[in-house]
């Protein structure tokens, strides 16, 4: 996992124990479920319980709110770029990028109620777009030149372009059905094996 918003601010310069480490990862995880569950907004002592740690804990490693939301963020990215990877070694080249684009689906959708925190202008956020694009931009690039190389796929998409349809897709409607962002990114996924080869 990426360092945590407050260190790579400069909250904390010095190298972390191995307890304040674990810490950390097991605050940024509890917060990611109760964010999910019950939005950004959610009581510090709600994310402090499920991580089995006092509120202090909390506030030594993120000392602002938008400090941890940010650090849920950047983990959400680094899970979801580390598994383009992943299901390269398990799915053919075509088939791991149908998957990814569904993974990259859930991403966005259940980082909708974080959307409103991450463009409120925060100084915690600023860095947010550069490190969401320089993170999952090549893992889709590498998605992308596997099915280029074996022909299911046309070579003229490009990772900013996709990433953006995507998320173009999965924004809030009257319905708001993650099953509908599902559907609409499949037909994507499939026009791009329209002249491939």
Partial sequence: MQKASGEAEGVSERPLRADARRNIDIVVDAAREVFAES??????????????VGVGTIYRHFPQRADLIAAVFRHEVDSCAAQAASLLQHYPPGEALDHWMQRYVDFI????????????????????????????????QTLLDAAVATGEIRDDARPYDLLRAVANLCRPSSDDDPAQARFLVGLLVDGLRYRAG
């Avoid at 409120?120 to 889709?140: M, N, Q, R, V």
């Fill in 39 to 52: 939005g950004v907004d959610a009581p510090m002592r709600v994310i402090a319980k499920k991580a089995g």
């Fill in 109 to 140: 959708v259940a980082k909708r109620g974080l959307a409103s925190s991450l463009y409120s202008g925060g100084s915690a956020y600023e860095g947010l777009p550069a490190y969401f694009d320089k993170h999952l931009e090549p893992a889709l």
